[in-house]
Structures are given as C-alpha cells and as structure tokens.
C-alpha cells in the first residue's frame, strides 16, 4: 500500500516523519526499490526528500535484449494540502525543477505512485545495455545518460501485460 496519512506526519516529532520503502514496483518489470524518505509537514505543504537506489529491467534500444538498468536518484517533491492551483495544471513548476503536486483535499500521499512517477523520469531517454552491446556500435557516455525528453520516455516504457 504504502499511502502515508497527512495526519501522522503531523504527530511526529517536528512534523517530520521517516519513511523507508523497500518493495516493488509492479507495474515495471524487474522493478526493485529502496527509499530513504524524509516526510515533513510545513503548514499548507508536505515536502518529501530522499534517496532512492534500486534496479529496473530494461530492453536494449540496439539489440532488443533485457537488461538491467540501476536506479539511483533523489526525490524532492512538495505536495500542497490545499488546492492552490484550481485554474492551473495539477504539476506547478515553483522554480526550475521543483514542482508542486495539488493533493486535491487528500488526506494521504501515496508513496508507491511517487516513487512510479519518479522511476519514470529516471529512465534513460537512450536504452542501450552496455558499451559491449552486440550490435557491436559504439555508444558515448552522454548516449546513456540523457534524461531530457520526458515525453519519448513515456513510449518506452517496459510494462508487464501477462498478469
Ligand atoms: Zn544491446
């Protein structure tokens, strides 16, 4: 489940609440996660920080082979409890990076949907499952680590359909 209640954070001391995730994620294959979070209230806003390092199985763009691809990033997400933004777009980008998730009157965050989303963001724009891919071309270093075009992400994602 992993949904975390508003209202625990703010009966932890300094409204802070520690948070540890160590589990899969479904709907991403070969998806294994763990997460150091950092939950803290602060008024009208939840703000989330933390490690997150695991693995995800990808398939090779080149070769069409699986591998797998280690995850290694930080969340810094804030969430505002009220609706702030009605007339805007439910993400509202405060400064470059950072955004701010309208929880819409939600009385918990769900952990596992953040950590979904983030995984995603993270992929490689470039899959390729190594230097040594059999296709045999050379790939630089920037080739595998482009994170930019958040939309070809989303085309590529490797999800299970035989459940
Ligand atoms: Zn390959």
Redesign the pocket.
């Known amino acids: 489940m992993h949904k975390i209640l508003i209202e625990d954070i703010e009966r932890e001391p300094n409204k802070t609440l520690h948070y540890e995730f160590d589990d899969e994620i479904e709907e991403l294959e070969g998806c294994k996660l763990n997460a150091d979070l950092e939950i803290k209230s602060l008024g009208d806003f939840i703000e989330i920080k933390g490690d997150v390092s695991g693995v995800v199985t990808l398939e ?6 699986k ?1 797998d691809y280690d995850l290694e990033f930080d969340i810094d997400e804030t969430y505002a409890k009220r609706s702030l933004y009605d007339e805007y777009s439910q993400e509202v980008e405060l400064q470059s990076g950072q955004f701010i998730t309208d929880l819409n009157g939600e009385k918990e965050i769900d952990i596992y949907d953040l950590l979904y989303q983030s995984v995603i963001l993270n992929l490689p724009n470039k899959k ?3 230097i040594n ?3 045999g071309l050379f790939v630089s270093e920037e080739d595998m680590v482009i994170h930019d075009d958040r939309m070809d992400i989303f085309k590529n994602i490797p999800i299970q359909n035989d459940k």
């Not at 090779?60 to 082979?65: A, F, I, K, P, T």
């Open positions: 090779c763009d080149r070769c069409l082979n591998f390729v499952c190594g891919c059999n296709e």
